[in-house]
């Protein structure tokens, strides 16, 4: 599974400079990791900063009115400013190094200029003692050291930020008890984020919130899968009800629904042995769909039906 990034990509005309928002919805996105190639890989030491930072990135991945233009890219860092300094209420233009830079900044590293780029972003970032810098093959040719709020830069070029730590991370092999409910769900509200351009926190508690945040995810799937056009607003209704229908899942498929029962399984407290977007459903995925069912009082037979998904968003 690639790690998810966030970045500013290139205008709704294919150019440096486009109308304010985000008319493609691919101008400000969320999309999976890929080689550059990068020269240099930044990572916060401050985690709780680059958590906050990372949040900001999905804040301005999710929110259709910023979009991407050079000869303004201030401007919607200006707006976040004004409106409770935040993307979630931001509107205007924004580029790939300006959207990293001010998300730190937004996150409470003031020190930055939110008018670096990315010819002298590495030098700015290391300057405020909160960086270290990785050149190393390991860690610029695949993601599986990219840690949340990490940023790859290919200096004069490009610049994107990680949303989620890689299997080799360095809060990977920190002591975490992976068997509790507790993490699981939190693992769910993370990537519930990711996938469905939500603000969760990140508490492992199933509050209101998180409950829509299931039905949110499912809306989400059946839009990528089926195209079925719902609106993503967390409320079970007779168009949701009926885009669902009778779709079933089975080891052997991969789409986005899969990815949805992922994560929806996660929200629940189990471990579904690994999440890709589209996801890929395997051996270990079968056997916590088979968990689910029997202790859910559902049909055991290992495939995620109407039934199974339904269960899974009350």
């Given at each position: 599974?690639?790690?998810?990034?966030?970045?500013?990509?290139?205008?709704?005309?294919?150019?440096?400079?486009?109308?304010?928002?985000?008319?493609?919805?691919?101008?400000?996105?969320?999309?999976?990791?890929?080689?550059?190639?990068?020269?240099?890989m930044l990572?916060?030491?401050?985690?709780?900063?680059?958590?906050?930072?990372?949040?900001?990135?999905?804040?301005?991945?999710?929110?259709?009115?910023?979009?991407?233009?050079?000869?303004?890219?201030?401007?919607?860092?200006?707006?976040?400013?004004?409106?409770?300094?935040?993307?979630?209420?931001?509107?205007?233009?924004?580029?790939?190094?300006?959207?990293?830079?001010?998300?730190?900044?937004?996150?409470?590293?003031?020190?930055?200029?939110?008018?670096?780029?990315?010819?002298?972003?590495?030098?700015?970032?290391?300057?405020?003692?909160?960086?270290?810098?990785?050149?190393?093959?390991?860690?610029?040719?695949?993601?599986?050291?990219?840690?949340?709020?990490?940023?790859?830069?290919?200096?004069?070029?490009?610049?994107?930020?990680?949303?989620?730590?890689?299997?080799?991370?360095?809060?990977?092999?920190?002591?975490?008890?992976?068997?509790?409910?507790?993490y699981w769900?939190?693992?769910?509200?993370?990537?519930?984020?990711?996938?469905?351009?939500?603000?969760?926190?990140?508490?492992?508690?199933?509050?209101?919130?998180?409950?829509?945040?299931?039905?949110?995810?499912?809306?989400?799937?059946?839009?990528?899968?089926?195209?079925?056009?719902?609106?993503?607003?967390?409320i079970w209704?007779?168009?949701?009800?009926?885009?669902?229908?009778?779709?079933?899942?089975?080891?052997?498929?991969?789409?986005?629904?899969?990815?949805?029962?992922?994560?929806?399984?996660?929200?629940?407290?189990?471990?579904?042995?690994?999440?890709?977007?589209?996801?890929?459903?395997?051996?270990?995925?079968?056997?916590?769909?088979?968990?689910?069912?029997?202790?859910?009082?559902?049909?055991?037979?290992?495939?995620?039906?109407?039934?199974?998904?339904?269960?899974?968003?009350?």
């Amino acid at each position: 599974m690639a790690v998810l990034i966030g970045h500013a990509s290139i205008s709704e005309h294919g150019t440096i400079n486009g109308t304010r928002g985000d008319q493609t919805g691919k101008e400000v996105c969320i999309r999976s990791w890929y080689s550059k190639p990068w020269n240099v890989m930044l990572v916060c030491t401050d985690k709780e900063l680059a958590r906050k930072a990372a949040q900001e990135m999905r804040y301005a991945c999710a929110n259709n009115n910023i979009g991407y233009g050079q000869n303004d890219r201030r401007t919607a860092y200006e707006s976040a400013v004004k409106n409770g300094r935040t993307f979630k209420n931001a509107k205007g233009n924004t580029d790939c190094s300006q959207l990293a830079v001010s998300c730190y900044i937004l996150a409470g590293l003031t020190q930055l200029s939110p008018d670096c780029y990315t010819g002298n972003m590495r030098k700015a970032l290391l300057n405020t003692g909160k960086f270290k810098e990785y050149t190393d093959s390991a860690h610029l040719k695949s993601d599986s050291y990219a840690e949340e709020g990490a940023l790859y830069l290919k200096e004069g070029s490009h610049v994107v930020m990680a949303l989620e730590n890689g299997s080799n991370s360095g809060s990977s092999g920190s002591a975490v008890d992976t068997s509790t409910k507790e993490y699981w769900i939190k693992q769910g509200q993370h990537h519930a984020n990711n996938y469905a351009s939500l603000s969760l926190l990140e508490d492992g508690i199933v509050g209101t919130q998180t409950r829509k945040a299931r039905i949110k995810v499912l809306q989400r799937a059946m839009n990528d899968d089926y195209e079925s056009g719902l609106a993503e607003d967390g409320i079970w209704g007779t168009k949701s009800n009926k885009a669902l229908g009778n779709h079933t899942v089975r080891r052997g498929e991969c789409q986005y629904m899969i990815t949805a029962l992922e994560i929806l399984l996660m929200l629940k407290g189990y471990d579904p042995h690994g999440i890709e977007c589209p996801g890929q459903f395997g051996s270990g995925l079968e056997s916590t769909v088979r968990e689910y069912q029997g202790d859910s009082g559902l049909s055991v037979d290992g495939i995620a039906g109407r039934d199974t998904y339904i269960s899974l968003i009350v």
